[in-house]
């Protein structure tokens, strides 16, 4: 009951996403997500706080850091 609750992974079409993170250049608000490269929509999923965030991202979505685009 007061473990550590699993992080399970959830799959995404990755044929025409992009994992992205978008950050607020006033605030510095992050938020995760996937960006569809043919209409260039955004689903935002997650917001980014610290780190811990950010590795819970990758690892619910099987996303490794290198692949994640930052947009401003």
């Known amino acids: 009951?007061?473990?550590r609750h699993k992080t399970k992974m959830?799959?995404?079409d990755k044929n025409g996403k992009i994992p992205v993170?978008?950050?607020?250049i006033?605030?510095?608000?992050k938020v995760a997500g996937?960006?569809?490269?043919?209409?260039g929509k955004f689903e935002d999923?997650?917001?980014i706080r610290e780190?811990?965030?950010l590795k819970k991202f990758m690892k619910q979505y099987g996303v490794r850091e290198e692949e994640i685009k930052k947009e401003w």
């Open 1 to 3: 009951m007061f473990g």
């Open 34 to 39: 996937f960006k569809d490269e043919a209409t």
């Open 51 to 53: 780190d811990s965030d």
């Open 26 to 29: 006033c605030t510095g608000e």
């Open 45 to 47: 999923l997650m917001v």
């Open 21 to 24: 993170i978008r950050a607020s």
């Open 10 to 12: 959830i799959s995404y």
